[in-house]
């Protein structure tokens, strides 16, 4: 009985499979992103504040964008900028460590100082009956922080040591050489200090960073969620004494577009660490959304061209991945990959048969489609998760100098990208013969396979 019911199974899923497979239903259109309305002043001392009212979950997010980062160091001051926020997190001069710590906790909220390329970002997530007593504390940072030289040498330690885990690791080598590569004597292009130079840096050059560098003419504060009560007071209150300072310097980031190989050796390495790119055009460029879609079609996304090709068909790595990184109106476009270390050279040459291929033939109606969908469903779904989410993007259009409007049309923008855009953007901007090319990996096991890329007659 149980060996004629195990045959019968077996018939059955064998007709089953032999029947055509039924196709599940189209999705529906995806839906546009709705910025929730804003509240826009400026402060009398410059400082920008922007108010948004959402969702229905008591927590407010709070926090200040100050045009302040990487790029506004020394070339012998690298990572200046983080012992500055590091420093900044232990005391006003009214609160100490300890004190600064326990009243962001009773505010139901966490105090995070996140310096960046451009911007350093100062604020968290707190409950929304004490939203008034958190931008009173982000306030007391941003305006009296104690930098206290106590703690430097601690700090120190702490950056020394993750820079030297960094200098071992190849994607963070990969990224510093490429970087350097596509921005050269710029700031934009520096990653990494020396470590005689972070070393050597004292309590009075974080007070001169931050003196020089933070003010309210170059913050934007944004505080978005379940508002309670007018905070528009609270935030003057806090605020209106800061001095306005100087408007942020222009920094120039001299992008470079042209062919550039460079092998950093790492014996006995089981995989190549692969960085390609070049510049291609800004958030503020009406290419810039046919580029977004092209690169998620080519190797941005899960289904993308160069992930099929390189990791579920020939197994060459596990997370190929590339994207457009924005900053300041610019932007460029790198692929990478750690690809295993005897297929290094068939792995760049599959990459770029896969962006010779756009920049000839457009894709099909239905491939780009789907990918289109992806895009923009994801775009919604990042941006209606939380209100630092909502921030997120508008510190995005806000500092490109972008309409607000930019955010409920980007769906129907990416829905609107025809096939012939995408051959097109391709063709003009992802030029092989002007990619950098960064390969981390075992010399003596790649040099021959990757010697036709070091010119750009390949």
């Not at 506004?72 to 900028?81: G, I, K």
């Not at 990224?175 to 921005?183: A, D, I, P, S």
């Not at 089981?270 to 977004?292: C, E, H, K, R, W």
């Not at 995005?396 to 607000?404: E, K, M, N, P």
Request: charged share 20%; glycine share 8%; net charge neutral.
């Amino acid at each position: 009985m149980i060996l004629r019911m195990c045959l019968l199974a077996c018939v059955a899923c064998a007709l089953a499979f032999g029947q055509q497979k039924e196709q599940p239903p189209e999705g529906g259109p995806p839906k546009p992103f709705h910025l929730p309305p804003t509240q826009d002043f400026t402060l009398a001392n410059g400082m920008q504040v922007t108010l948004v009212q959402y969702g229905i979950v008591p927590r407010v997010a709070v926090r200040a964008y100050v045009n302040a980062g990487g790029i506004n160091e020394a070339a012998n001051q690298v990572w200046l900028s983080r012992l500055t926020g590091l420093l900044m997190k232990e005391g006003t001069k009214t609160r100490s460590s300890v004190q600064l710590a326990n009243e962001v906790a009773d505010a139901g909220g966490k105090l995070e100082i996140e310096p960046g390329v451009e911007f350093t970002s100062v604020g968290g997530v707190a409950l929304s009956d004490h939203a008034a007593q958190f931008i009173a504390l982000v306030a007391d940072v941003l305006e009296n922080p104690s930098l206290p030289a106590s703690e430097v040498p601690r700090l120190k330690t702490d950056l020394a040591r993750e820079l030297a885990v960094a200098k071992t690791q190849p994607n963070d080598l990969a990224r510093e050489r490429f970087l350097r590569t596509m921005f050269p004597d710029s700031p934009y292009g520096r990653v990494f200090p020396a470590a005689s130079e972070l070393e050597g840096y004292r309590a009075e050059d974080a007070a001169a960073f931050y003196r020089d560098n933070c003010s309210a003419a170059r913050t934007h504060l944004y505080v978005a969620g379940k508002l309670e009560g007018d905070l528009r007071e609270t935030i003057r209150s806090a605020f209106e004494g800061w001095s306005k300072g100087a408007a942020p310097p222009s920094i120039s980031a001299n992008p470079v577009k042209a062919h550039s190989f460079a092998l950093i050796d790492r014996p006995g390495a089981p995989q190549s660490t692969l960085f390609m790119g070049l510049p291609v055009a800004g958030p503020n460029s009406p290419d810039y959304i046919p580029l977004d879609v092209m690169n998620t079609l080519l190797g941005g996304s899960f289904a993308s061209r160069i992930t099929s090709n390189i990791r579920e068909q020939k197994g060459y790595t596990y997370s190929p991945y590339s994207q457009i990184a924005t900053r300041t109106h610019l932007a460029y476009w790198v692929e990478t990959a750690d690809v295993t270390t005897a297929v290094t050279g068939p792995s760049i040459k599959e990459i770029l048969s896969e962006v010779e291929r756009l920049r000839k033939e457009p894709p099909s109606p239905s491939e780009l489609k789907g990918i289109q969908t992806y895009l923009a469903g994801l775009f919604v779904l990042r941006n209606t998760i939380s209100p630092d989410a909502v921030i997120g993007q508008l510190h995005f259009v806000d500092s490109q100098g972008l309409s607000r409007s930019y955010l409920s049309e980007y769906v129907q923008k990416v829905m609107g990208v025809q096939p012939a855009e995408i051959r097109a953007v391709t063709e003009k901007y992802l030029l092989p013969d002007k990619m950098a090319f960064v390969i981390v990996g075992d010399k003596s096991k790649i040099a021959e396979q990757v010697k036709p890329y070091e010119t750009t007659e390949n």
